[in-house]
């Protein structure tokens, strides 16, 4: 699990962290000190949906890429002297109690279905206050609940002493997340969590490979722009719709696939060699097709924004995750960040700070 001294940008969040909790007394008799996991959020850039099993096993060479953005997610766990079960979620304002473990246990209808699930899966031995925060917006499509699933997963290991390696977090993460949506789940929001920076997920008949890309994190950083838009999204329903088109034997969709892995491989060459003018022509061409996928990947808003954004220095944009409102993610002409990001906000947008996350998974006792 990953440790040690944590870079500058952790230290940076744990500040936030501390800042944000001192506020409030934990009102329960701990017995020991906090479990605190953090986990960014993620962007992605071409290959989405496709990583959802078994429709890559139907593309050969499928991939997806990403890069982690420094939107965190945060779980602490507190182990408490009394064998309540205590949860807290600081960005939804809910709460929820349990007398026991066995009350948990037996629970249907929860409030806060990741905690409850993750925590049946754990077993956890005692009492204890499990808090859980997340600087994502509602639905922004950034994987704030896949981020937070690998931090709370991190953190549940971490207090009931089991050596998980990231991969078997991550199948943990991703398998309890499908039994809450109860819709299949996809591999790639789990790695920019887990590893940060940028990543090539390559998805093949022998597994799941990671591989971090080579693309200056500054680069990166000048030439998006990341907004949200402020609608609802339900990812699984979208990716759920566009699944059930593709095993039905929709021809259409199928080819739309196959076009769109390879798209992401030829992005995963231009990205590495710096050759943003493919970058943007393939994100272009990667948006066109996704969005003809299924009904409602995109929005009027999202095709205002992108409108607007066009005219102001953007040379692409593609909706974040499965699309139907949430994040855009905005390719810019270099020094045109500000002039777009400024058009953006100005036009119904909310333009969020974009950082790429240089780590990924982090956990120490507080």
């Keep these: 699990m990953p440790s040690g001294q944590p870079a500058r940008r952790w230290r940076y969040a744990r500040q936030r962290l501390v800042v944000k909790h001192s506020m409030r007394k934990i009102p329960y008799a701990a017995s020991g000190p906090t479990i605190v996991a953090q986990a960014p959020c993620r962007a992605d850039l071409a290959g989405g949906t496709i990583d959802l099993w078994p ?49 948990l246990r037996r629970a249907r209808r929860v409030r806060l279905p990741l905690a409850v699930r993750l925590l049946q899966f754990f077993a956890p031995k005692e009492g204890l206050l499990m808090e859980t ?76 490979h990671r591989e971090a890309v080579a693309v200056a994190p500054e680069e990166i950083e000048s030439r998006f722009v990341l907004a949200y838009t402020g609608a609802p999204r339900k990812s699984g329903i979208n990716n759920w719709e566009v699944f059930k088109a593709h095993i039905n034997g929709d021809k259409r969709v199928f080819r739309n696939f196959e076009r769109i892995v390879e798209i992401a491989r030829a992005m995963h060459r231009a990205l590495r060699d710096a050759k943003w003018d493919e970058v943007a022509r393939l994100l272009r061409e990667e948006w066109k097709l996704r969005r003809s996928n299924a009904p409602g990947i995109t929005t009027p808003l999202i095709d205002k924004l992108i409108s607007v954004a066009t005219r102001h220095g953007g040379r692409a944009a593609k909706a974040c995750g499965a699309g139907g409102g949430g994040c855009v993610i905005f390719l810019v002409e270099q020094g045109a960040a500000s002039r777009v990001a400024t058009a953006i906000g100005d036009n119904g947008g909310r333009v969020l700070p974009l950082q790429v996350a240089r780590n990924g998974l982090h956990v120490w006792s507080a």
């Design 55 to 103: 429709l890559y096993l139907f593309h050969p060479g499928a991939l997806t890429l990403n890069f982690a953005v420094n939107i965190l997610t945060t779980c602490r766990i507190t182990p408490l002297k009394a064998k309540g079960i205590h949860l807290h979620s600081i960005d939804t304002r809910r709460e929820e109690h349990f007398p026991s473990f066995e009350a």
């Design 133 to 208: 925060d997340s600087e994502s917006p509602a639905g922004a499509g950034i994987s704030g609940s896949s981020a937070l699933m690998i931090a709370s997963t991190a953190a549940l290991a971490r207090f009931t002493d089991r050596n998980l390696t990231l991969e078997q977090m991550r199948v943990i993460a991703q398998n309890v997340e499908a039994q809450i949506i109860q819709v299949p789940t996809g591999c790639q929001d789990y790695y920019p969590a887990l590893y940060g920076g940028a990543s090539a997920i390559h998805l093949d008949a022998d597994g799941i």
